[in-house]
């Protein structure tokens, strides 16, 4: 090392250029200056994440978090913070709103906190015109990066505060997997893990395959060892993430399977409880089905997406299933595992939905008596094949749709929903009650919650509640205890 690299570290030139050491390197640099930094001026930085979007990007949250936290930030709820950073959804427009909107009232507490940094990150950040429209408008952004390169965040802080001016990294996609970087949980008892990235699906309404990238599944034993450490750390529910996860492992240099990729998860001795999202309709194979049905820890759940019940609509929707398709799916599924609950995700108003084709949505969720039902109003995004079909459906008649579905979807779950009460069930109990505190709130294993009498020293376990009262989509119950 020279005697000039010595007085004036380079850390740009003298970084590994291997993952993740190279990144293991910039938080040590930054993580070093910060600690001088709150020495000399005897004040802690804060950081806050702020998560729109889906449980993906709750995950890659977790991430952003461990990263900071290891930098030498310190957490706050607050966006009145050192760091603040967006970690973006543009799924539908309202996602995508939502976040100008917020970034404006952040530029006000910028204002008065010299030195803070604002980063936006995440699937929204994948859009041109999105990227064009901040760099144009919104000035007071220092870091914009995407959904690709989550884990470079050390990196573009240091490259912040060494130009002083905007930093902008995005990948259009990318095949790599960087593994063994520091992680933050948000809880205790229970983990999120990524399984694989991207899709390959292009449903035609969807923009998640344009700002998530190519499929990419993740070795087995990258997964097994991540949710082993876990474990060994309390973790004892797992949710498997991926935008299609019966399509898991196809794409590993040694093929894997969904089915088989559970039964070696199964294995984990602390493990309890085990879910997955979500299950594409298309790729939910009999091997699945049947290693469902024999296993003790995978929960009584599938979320297993609708999208529309009409076969017209779904063949224009590029779902590559039929309505009868789908019912049939449904049968063997009940048939295999009889008490399982069944959520799923509805779009009312896709381009040339018509009366006919509205009523066969409203006909499978009659037929099938989901648990519950996410509905969305169908949005259009840019350079997606459905946002240039003619027939787009006026919003008044989406409306009353989207109204009458709600209703049914609703009537249905409450008494679907119901049908465990006067059971005694295990819950995981999660967090006190936020309105009650002498409550307490968890989750069946078919995901219902349940609210009942207790304190903090029940969160993270797994106890026996007695069903007393359906309310709706949740229960309230007792603590039940054995005589
Ligand atoms: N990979 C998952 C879904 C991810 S997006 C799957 O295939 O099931 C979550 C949900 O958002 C989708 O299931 C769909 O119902 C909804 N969604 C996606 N794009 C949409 C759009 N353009 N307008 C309205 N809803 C949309
Ligand atoms: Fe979007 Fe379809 Fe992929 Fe789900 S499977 S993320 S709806 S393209
Ligand atoms: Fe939104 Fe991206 Fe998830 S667009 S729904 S955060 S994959």
């Not at 994440?49 to 310190?74: H, P």
């Not at 939502?98 to 008065?112: A, D, F, H, S």
């Not at 997964?223 to 196809?250: C, P």
């Amino acid at each position: 090392m020279s005697q000039n690299n010595y007085q004036n570290p380079n850390a740009q030139a003298m970084a590994p250029s291997a993952e993740p050491d190279r990144q293991l390197y910039f938080i040590k640099v930054l993580r070093e200056r910060m600690a001088k930094y709150m020495t000399d001026t005897g004040r802690t930085l804060t950081y806050n994440v702020v998560t729109f979007g889906c449980q993906m990007n709750a995950r890659d949250s977790e991430k952003l978090s461990g990263i900071l936290e290891s930098v030498g930030y310190t957490r706050t709820d607050s966006e009145d913070a050192d760091f603040v950073i967006y970690n973006t959804c543009t799924v539908r427009e309202n996602a995508n709103l939502k976040v100008y909107g917020r970034l404006g009232t952040l530029k006000k507490v910028k204002e008065n906190r010299p030195g803070m940094l604002i980063a936006l990150c995440g699937c929204m950040m994948q859009e041109p015109h999105v990227v064009q429209k901040l760099r144009d408008s919104y000035r007071h952004v220092d870091i914009i990066f995407g959904t690709h390169n989550i884990y470079k965040l050390a990196e573009l802080i240091y490259d912040r505060l060494e130009s002083g001016s905007m930093i902008i990294d995005l990948w259009k996609d990318t095949d790599k997997i960087v593994e063994d970087l520091p992680n933050r949980r948000k809880y205790p008892f229970k983990s999120g893990i990524n399984i694989m990235f991207g899709c390959n699906n292009f449903c035609s309404y969807c923009i998640v395959p344009y700002v998530r990238g190519r499929e990419r599944s993740r070795r087995p034993e990258d997964i097994l060892e991540e949710i082993r450490r876990d474990v060994a750390d309390g973790v004892v529910e797992v949710m498997l993430l991926g935008q299609n996860v019966n399509s898991y492992g196809k794409t590993l240099e040694n093929p894997v399977t969904f089915a088989s990729l559970l039964e070696e998860i199964e294995k984990i001795e602390g493990l309890e409880r085990i879910r997955f999202m979500t299950s594409h309709p298309k790729d939910l194979s009999d091997d699945l089905i049947q290693v469902m049905a024999r296993s003790k820890k995978i929960c009584p759940h599938l979320h297993l997406p609708l999208q529309s019940g009409s076969s017209r609509i779904l063949k224009r929707m590029n779902r590559k299933y039929t309505k009868e398709d789908y019912l049939h799916l449904v049968e063997k599924i009940r048939s295999a595992c009889p008490d399982i609950s069944l959520t799923t995700d509805i779009i009312v108003g896709f381009p040339g939905e018509t009366e006919e084709d509205f009523q066969e949505t409203l006909d499978v969720v009659r037929k099938v008596g989901y648990d519950s039902a996410y509905t969305f109003i169908y949005s259009k995004r840019n350079g997606t094949p459905a946002a240039a079909m003619e027939d787009q459906v006026p919003e008044h008649v989406i409306k009353d749709r989207f109204d009458r579905l709600l209703k049914e979807v609703q009537d249905i779950a409450s008494h679907v929903c119901a049908r465990h009460e006067g059971q005694v069930m295990d819950v995981l109990v999660e967090q006190i009650n936020h309105q009650d505190a002498g409550l307490v709130t968890g989750r069946l294993g078919n995901n219902t919650v349940v609210h009942f009498p207790g304190d903090a020293s029940l969160i993270g376990r797994i106890v026996p509640v007695h069903l007393i009262e359906c309310k709706g989509f949740y229960y309230m119950g007792e603590l039940y205890e054995k005589r």
